[in-house]
Every structure is written in structure tokens, then in C-alpha cells.
């Protein structure tokens, strides 16, 4: 079972870097792949197994300020924020906290608040007009998920395609070391 700390959604609040100013010998050599793949993570973990989706929350709310700015939100802007955590046969592997903008539910995306434990990856690489922002890492603390060895990479890239897009933030649970990235996603 993973624990996490109750606040762990609003520390989010890091500052990210962009891929070529991150330092590759700070991060474990099995994650970098995962953190730097512009493929869908949901295609390749479900080449590994038996993907499952535990909806943590999805609720209206308002998102951190670096994830405002991110997505150039107005102070009062409506979005509804979703936390789940990825799971490989019963193994969590990622916890994931997207920013869906009101402005964004438009189109095809507005199915996206009927997802419930679909994954969100796997609706969006759907659709061929998709734009990804380039991926930002950071390193979470410890304290964010105290039943973990180290503290956590993670990523972030805004999906773009109506509205500001939608912020998907991704954070890497040690478990992601042990599965072997799919030959030619990773």
C-alpha cells in the first residue's frame, strides 16, 4: 500500500526543470527513461502488464501557483484537478495530479471529466492534433511519500489542444525501476 502525505497534491509547488538542465547522474539510471519519454506512459505500462487506474480524487479546485502560471490561468479560473495512482499488476508505480482547466473541457476533452478510472494518458494520445509542451523534472521530497525509499522524480508537460491545455504532473515510485521500458516506446 502506498501512503502518502494528505497534502501531497499542493506540494507540487517545486520549481521544475527543463530535461537538458537536469543533471542525469542525480537521477536512477532506470527511471530517466520513464521521466523523459515524450510516448504515452499508458501504452507502455500496459505493455507490462495489467494497468489499473485508483482515482484518488477528482474534484473542482484550485490548482498550485506554479501550475496557474504554467498554465497562464486566471487567479479565479475554474479547474478541476484529478490525483490517481498508475498500478502494473496491483504495484503503484505513479501518482499523477492533472490540471484540467474549465476552458479546456471543450470539444472531444469535455468527456474528459466522465473518465473516472480510465487513465487520462490514454485518452489524450488519441487524438492526432495533440501538441505536448516540452517535459520539465524535479525531485519531490521525502516527506511527500514517506514509504518510500527516496524521494521521488517526477515530470510535467501541458497537453495542448483546446483552452490552456491540461497540466498532467507525474511523479515516479521507485517500483517503476523494476519494469524493463518497452522495446521502442522508451
Known amino acids: 500500500m502506498t501512503i502518502m502525505n494528505p497534502l501531497a497534491a499542493q506540494q507540487f509547488n517545486y520549481r521544475w526543470s527543463p530535461i537538458h538542465r537536469v543533471n542525469k ?59 490517481v495512482l498508475l498500478k502494473v499488476d496491483g504495484n503503484v508505480v505513479i501518482y499523477a495530479r492533472s490540471i484540467i482547466p474549465a476552458r479546456s473541457l471543450q470539444g472531444h476533452w469535455r468527456q474528459v471529466k466522465r473518465l473516472k478510472n480510465k487513465p487520462l494518458g490514454g485518452y489524450l494520445f488519441q487524438h492526432r492534433s495533440l501538441i505536448r509542451s516540452d517535459i520539465e ?20 508537460s501541458v497537453f495542448h489542444q483546446y483552452g ?3 497540466l498532467v504532473n507525474e511523479a515516479f515510485f521507485n517500483e517503476i525501476n523494476q519494469l524493463k521500458p518497452p522495446f521502442g516506446l522508451l
Do not use: Y
Open 164 to 166: 490552456p491545455g491540461i
Open 137 to 156: 523534472i524535479t525531485q519531490l521530497p521525502k516527506c511527500m511519500f514517506p514509504d518510500q525509499q527516496n524521494a521521488l522524480w517526477a515530470r510535467r
Open 25 to 83: 547522474t542525480k537521477v536512477p539510471k532506470a527511471t530517466w527513461p520513464w521521466l523523459i519519454t515524450h510516448a504515452s506512459l499508458t501504452a507502455a505500462l500496459q505493455c507490462l502488464g495489467q494497468l489499473d487506474v485508483e482515482v484518488i480524487e477528482e474534484v473542482w479546485g484550485t490548482p498550485t501557483a506554479r501550475e496557474k502560471k504554467r498554465l497562464k490561468l486566471r487567479p479565479r479560473e475554474a479547474a478541476r484537478i484529478r490525483t
